[in-house]
């Protein structure tokens, strides 16, 4: 019978975040697969706990996914983390997982700290609905592809970011998201000299020209506001003609007037063509 893999969530700071079933869960596992081995065993020497690490990080996932799945398949039960926070969230424990799966070995979670959740809930922007974005690529042109694909979301925006990168990355994002829209910038999360910085993206820039960045940190950004819908009522009142003999009266051509009368009404281009020209 197959083994368990148990996605155990560490501290992203603060020691005391660590669960009780996390704590008998990495002391009960025959072995330990580690982002980071060296941090990792600060931890454990921090609870009194003595068990077989090994490494499985992005460089060696592949190999080592190999060499986890087997054990697992041998009855063994592995207990995965990441440097910190919930594994498989921007972390090859998401190949794992979907290793496990393919394998039919059962996977199972113990839940804990996220640091992209806890940055949302301090950061003051709306919770109702947001999508976790991860890191940005290091290379501009892809960043800004990124930024783009996302600027007219909604939902609020979640982005983890290096120290190196921050300023590059606010300022991508001044400029494709522009500089009045808001955002919190989270750092050093449950610490000591934990911060949470909100403002516009344009005091953002400002101030981190003047502050250099320092951790690990997570950006929150405020959604896209709503475009405002047509009212269709408004044009249930007045004729075809009427509506795109507005739009002519506006600048446009004929063909323009004619296309943005039948997007407005949610018609084909042809109804409104036809109807339009057969009073001519």
Request: proline letters at 4%; one cysteine or more.
């Amino acid at each position: 019978m197959s083994g368990m893999l148990y996605l155990c969530a560490t501290p992203i700071g603060n020691l005391g975040d660590v669960s009780a079933r996390c704590i008998e869960i990495l002391g009960a596992a025959d072995l330990i697969a580690a982002e980071d081995t060296r941090r990792t065993m600060q931890l454990l020497n921090h609870f009194g706990i003595s068990k077989p690490l090994t490494s499985y990080h992005e460089h060696n996932k592949r190999e080592k996914g190999e060499y986890i799945i087997r054990l697992l398949k041998e009855g063994k039960n592995v207990a995965q983390v990441s440097d910190a926070g919930t594994p498989a969230i921007s972390d090859p424990g998401e190949d794992l997982v979907r290793l496990c799966i393919e394998n039919g070995i059962e996977v199972t979670s113990v839940p804990g700290p996220v640091a992209g959740i806890n940055a949302l809930i301090l950061s003051g922007l709306s919770t109702a609905r947001y999508a976790f974005e991860g890191f940005l690529s290091v290379n501009k042109r892809h960043r800004s592809e990124h930024l783009e694909a996302v600027k007219d979301d909604t939902h609020t925006l979640i982005f983890y970011e290096a120290p190196h990168k921050l300023k590059n990355t606010l300022s991508d994002m001044e400029r494709v998201f522009g500089g009045e829209r808001r955002i919190a910038i989270a750092r050093e999360l449950t610490k000591l000299h934990e911060e949470v910085l909100r403002m516009t993206l344009f005091e953002a820039v400002k101030y981190y020209e003047e502050h250099n960045p320092r951790g690990e940190y997570v950006i929150v950004v405020e959604g896209a506001k709503k475009t405002k819908e047509p009212d269709a009522k408004k044009w249930e009142s007045i004729s075809i003609r009427e509506h795109v003999d507005g739009y002519i009266k506006e600048g446009m051509t004929s063909k323009e007037a004619i296309k943005a009368a039948a997007a407005d009404r949610g018609v084909p281009r042809r109804d409104v063509y036809n109807e339009y020209h057969k009073q001519e």
